[in-house]
C-alpha cells in the first residue's frame, strides 16, 4: 500500500496556487459587503481580543423574522479572521437570511479544544442574544467546527438541547490526527490524544433528528474527499440524517464562492436548513 503523503494532502494552499489571487478578491469582496449591508460589527461575545462576532441582516433590521445563519471561517485554526468572510454574507441576506460570522482565538495562542469551547461561549451568548435556532455553517477549520456544534451536548452549557439543529460543514477536517506529520501542525501543536480528542467524528454522534450536510469540492484531495465521506456515513450509521455532497470541479477555495450564487444548490439547502 503506498503512503499517504498528509502534506500534499492537506496542504491546500501549495494545492492551489491560485488561492492567492482568490482570497485577495475576497478581501476586496468582503470590504464593499461591510460598507454595504445593514450590519453591526464587533460584537462581543467574551473578553478576549478575538472574540467578537458581526451581524448582517436585510434592511428591515428585524430580528424576529428570517433564518438565522452563523458561518464560521477556515483557516487550520491558525489563520483569517471573520472580516475576511463577509462575503459570504451578501447573498444570504438578500433572500432574506440574517447572517453572523465569529471570530475565535488562534493557534497556537490557543488549541483548538479551546477554539472549540469558544464557538460555543459565542453560540450560548446569540442564543442569549436572539433566542433563535441557528443553521451553523462552516469552512475548512470551520466545517470542522460546525460539526462540533451540532454534536455538543447543548443542555450542559445552558442552552436548549436542540440549540443547533442542522450544520453544513464545507471542505470539513473531522479527524485531526492526519494533520500531525505535517507543516500545519506546528502551529496546532497536537498530540495523537488531543487530535482524537478534538475529532467529531469519534465523539457520540448527534441525536437522530439533526441534520449534516459535509460538502467537498470534486477537484480536493482524496484526504478531503474520504474526510466528508466518512463522517456522513459514520453519523448516518448512528441514525443523523447525513449526506456527503460533491461540488463538481470545485477546489478548496473556490467551493466557497458558491455561497454567493443565488441559483446555487448550497445556498439552497442552507436555507432549508435554516427552517428546521
Request: proline share 7%.
Amino acid at each position: 500500500m503506498t503512503e499517504i503523503d498528509y502534506e500534499a494532502e492537506y496542504n491546500n494552499r501549495r494545492r492551489v496556487p491560485e488561492h492567492t489571487e482568490i482570497v485577495a478578491r475576497w478581501l476586496r469582496e468582503s470590504e464593499r459587503v461591510r460598507a454595504s449591508l445593514s450590519s453591526e460589527l464587533g460584537v462581543a461575545y467574551g473578553s478576549k481580543p478575538r472574540q467578537c462576532y458581526d451581524v448582517f441582516e436585510p434592511t428591515s433590521g428585524d430580528d424576529s423574522s428570517g433564518p438565522l445563519i452563523v458561518y464560521i471561517h477556515g483557516g487550520y485554526w491558525q489563520r483569517g479572521d471573520r472580516t475576511e468572510y463577509s462575503f459570504v454574507a451578501e447573498t444570504l441576506v438578500r433572500m432574506g437570511a440574517i447572517v453572523v460570522l465569529p471570530s475565535y482565538t488562534l493557534c497556537p495562542e490557543g488549541s483548538v479544544a479551546e477554539i472549540i469551547e469558544e464557538m460555543r461561549q459565542f453560540l450560548r451568548a446569540l442564543w442569549e442574544r436572539m433566542q433563535r435556532r441557528p443553521v451553523v455553517v462552516g469552512h475548512s477549520a470551520g466545517g470542522h467546527l460546525a460539526a462540533a456544534m451540532l454534536a455538543t451536548r447543548w443542555s450542559d452549557y445552558g442552552a436548549p438541547a436542540d440549540l443547533v439543529r442542522a450544520a453544513y460543514a464545507i471542505s470539513g477536517v473531522f479527524e485531526l490526527e492526519p494533520l500531525i506529520p505535517t507543516s500545519l501542525n506546528e502551529a496546532l501543536q497536537l498530540t495523537p490524544e488531543t487530535a482524537r480528542a478534538a475529532s467529531p467524528i469519534f465523539w457520540p454522534p448527534p441525536p437522530a433528528d439533526r441534520f449534516l450536510v459535509a460538502a467537498v469540492g470534486g477537484a480536493e484531495s482524496q484526504e478531503f474527499l474520504r474526510q466528508s465521506l466518512d463522517i456522513a456515513a459514520t453519523w448516518s450509521a448512528a441514525g443523523v440524517k447525513a449526506e456527503c455532497v460533491v461540488v463538481p470541479n470545485a477546489n478548496h477555495f473556490t467551493i466557497v464562492d458558491e455561497l454567493t450564487r443565488p441559483e446555487s444548490a448550497m445556498v439552497q439547502r442552507v436555507l432549508q436548513l435554516a427552517q428546521f
